[in-house]
Structures are given as structure tokens and as C-alpha cells.
């Protein structure tokens, strides 16, 4: 599956994943990881793995949670027509990964209204 999330610089995000038809990730290994260069796969941007990042509490129903912290995104630049982020959702389970979900996400400063 791939989509596009919106990503605010500086906030905090939680990322809900929803795999299969309920299918039982139980015992997977899971890893997000984030970058806006494809060869970075060693040191991308970003990378959550399970137990930290990522919350598997609905794990029997194949929801996730990924949890960018404010920390995270104020580290990423924003994005522009030349500039755009790539992620992958990784789940592996007796030494055999499957990329389940892939997209991309945009990034973009935040929006600040002046008090009348």
C-alpha cells in the first residue's frame, strides 16, 4: 500500500497503521524508517522500531501506532517540488521482511495566526 501523510515540522504525530483485514501482527518485528535520500537506508532520518516508536497494543487487530516526537520532525527540512520524504513500514517475522506499507510524506512548517 502507498500513501502521502502530512507532516507539520516541530509536532508531535501519531501515526495509526491499519495491516490487512485484522490481520495478527503479534511476534512481528516492526520498523518505520524515513528519509529524503533513497541510499540513506543505513541512517535515514527517522527510524522507529517496535517497543520504541512504534505501539503494537492492538497488535491481535493488525493496528499500529507510530509515534513522531517534536524532536523528530524539527529535524526535517520542509519539503519542496525537489525535496520529498520516502517511508517504509517493515515487518519481519522468523528472519523474513515484508515491506507492507510505502509512501511519502511531506513536510511543512507550521501555521501560526496573528491574534486580532
Given at each position: 500500500?502507498?500513501?502521502?501523510?502530512?507532516?507539520?515540522?516541530?509536532?508531535?504525530?501519531?501515526?495509526?497503521?491499519?495491516?490487512?483485514?485484522?490481520?495478527?501482527?503479534?511476534?512481528?518485528?516492526?520498523?518505520?524508517?524515513?528519509?529524503?535520500?533513497?541510499?540513506?537506508?543505513?541512517?535515514?532520518?527517522?527510524?522507529k522500531t517496535s517497543g520504541s516508536g512504534i505501539d503494537?497494543?492492538?497488535?491481535?487487530?493488525?493496528?499500529?501506532?507510530?509515534?513522531?516526537?517534536?524532536?523528530?520532525?524539527?529535524?526535517?527540512?520542509?519539503?519542496?517540488?525537489?525535496?520529498?520524504?520516502?517511508?517504509?513500514?517493515?515487518?519481519?517475522?522468523?528472519?523474513?521482511?515484508?515491506?507492507?506499507?510505502?509512501?511519502?510524506?511531506?513536510?511543512?512548517n507550521p501555521v501560526y495566526l496573528a491574534p486580532e
Amino acid at each position: 500500500m502507498v500513501s502521502v501523510i502530512n507532516i507539520t515540522r516541530g509536532s508531535y504525530h501519531k501515526l495509526q497503521f491499519n495491516i490487512g483485514d485484522s490481520q495478527d501482527v503479534s511476534g512481528y518485528t516492526i520498523t518505520f524508517s524515513m528519509d529524503n535520500d533513497p541510499i540513506a537506508v543505513p541512517n535515514p532520518a527517522i527510524m522507529k522500531t517496535s517497543g520504541s516508536g512504534i505501539d503494537m497494543t492492538d497488535a491481535s487487530t493488525g493496528t499500529i501506532y507510530v509515534e513522531l516526537t517534536e524532536a523528530d520532525t524539527r529535524a526535517l527540512e520542509v519539503s519542496t517540488h525537489t525535496l520529498e520524504y520516502r517511508y517504509d513500514l517493515l515487518f519481519e517475522k522468523d528472519s523474513k521482511p515484508e515491506v507492507w506499507h510505502k509512501g511519502m510524506a511531506i513536510v511543512e512548517n507550521p501555521v501560526y495566526l496573528a491574534p486580532e
